[in-house]
């Protein structure tokens, strides 16, 4: 059974920082993805950033220059940097595991960028 556990959300002005993170337990094969997306009210969910465990990184174009993500794969740890936070940025965020056919996600983790 594979976990993740999100930490690190919160309430920030427009132009902070937060930093995410994400740790996975469980049984976790090689060669996965790591990865974060949003939800805000009335959207859909959407992709925010991913890496592969052989480094490949991907971005929404909306947080290109502004997020960074990385992973630690000793640890099973993924984070996002968020720098020049804007109020759109508000959601929920969700880390996500993807591994062969299976898709895991954490619980959850609220973003609040105030103007």
């Known amino acids: 059974q594979v976990q993740l556990v999100e930490s690190g959300g919160g309430l920030v002005q427009a132009g902070g920082s937060l930093r995410l993170s994400c740790v996975a337990s469980?049984?976790?094969?090689?060669?996965?993805?790591m990865g974060w997306y949003r939800q805000a009210p009335g959207k859909q969910r959407e992709l925010v950033a991913r890496?592969?465990?052989?480094?490949?990184?991907n971005y929404a174009d909306s947080v290109k220059g502004r997020f960074t993500i990385s992973r630690d794969g000793a640890k099973n740890t993924v984070y996002l940097q968020m720098n020049s936070l804007k109020p759109e940025d508000t959601a929920v965020y969700y880390c996500?595991?993807?591994?062969?056919?299976?898709?895991?996600w954490g619980q959850g983790t609220q973003i609040t960028v105030s103007s």
């Open positions: 890496i592969t465990s052989g480094g490949m990184r």
């Open positions: 996500n595991l993807g591994v062969m056919s299976n898709n895991y």
């Open positions: 469980g049984s976790i094969f090689s060669p996965n993805a």
